[in-house]
């Protein structure tokens, strides 16, 4: 069965440090890969998507970045966080039939930036 | 531009009463649609999805409704239970191919 991890799963962290934020998935191949950004009480806002190594899609302009070095690793980072930056980082994935199939979830990440 | 809302931020029902959750979307060229359920704390899960050549679907104690004409996309949840409170997201397949999610109604559940 297919399942999805991130770590870590909590982090606090101060202005202008960096962020390395990961995601893996197990169980199926050639995945496609989302990064969404979900703020207290909020929808979910996509940030990044990828259907295959070293192919990033990004969806708004941001602080942020991401890489996919394997095909089924997914990675956010910041050089340098800012405040609003804080949310709920959540990575899902779907089948590479077509990137509007359903997603499956992780846990996500809480990130507090101080 | 694309949109997919809610017509209510919270929706507070009785136990073992039935739950309608609401939600309209824009596009009428969108041709799949998703329900998803989010527990505080964790990530959105899957209950149920609907394709645009249906207009209802039933799942175990779920069932989605779309009307095309009026673009309108519903979650029935029969006999709602305690275990039912969460933020119940929309979702749309837009031409673009990715999703659109709307911005959630929570469901609360009185005892």
């Not at chain 1, 602080?63 to 804080?86: E, H, V, Y």
């Not at chain 2, 009785?14 to 309608?20: A, F, L, P, T």
Request: net charge neutral.
């Amino acid at each position: 069965s297919q399942t999805i991890h991130q770590w870590p799963a909590t982090l606090v962290q101060p202005v202008g440090s960096p962020l390395s934020l990961e995601c893996t998935v197990e169980g199926t191949s050639n995945p496609n890969l989302y990064w969404y950004r979900q703020a207290a009480g909020r929808g979910l806002q996509l940030l990044f998507y990828s259907v295959g190594i070293g192919q990033i899609s990004s969806e708004v302009p941001q602080n942020l970045s991401a890489s996919r070095p394997q095909d089924r690793q997914f990675i956010l980072s910041s050089k340098k966080l800012l405040l609003s930056d804080s949310g709920f980082y959540l990575c899902a994935w779907s089948t590479p039939a077509g990137l509007g199939n359903d997603q499956l979830f992780g846990p996500g990440t809480r990130l507090t930036v101080l | 531009g694309e949109s997919v809302g809610l017509h209510l931020p919270t929706l507070s029902v009785q136990e073992g009463d039935n739950s309608i959750i609401n939600c309209a979307y824009s596009n009428s060229a969108s041709d799949y649609f998703i329900w998803y359920k989010q527990e505080s704390g964790k990530g959105p899960q899957f209950i149920i999805d609907i394709r645009s050549n249906m207009d209802k679907r039933q799942g175990q104690r779920v069932t989605v409704l779309l009307n095309k004409t009026v673009k309108h996309l519903s979650l029935q949840i029969a006999a709602t239970q305690p275990g039912d409170s969460a933020v119940y997201f929309c979702a749309e397949n837009s031409n673009t191919g990715k999703l659109i999610f709307g911005q959630g109604t929570t469901l609360q559940v009185k005892p």
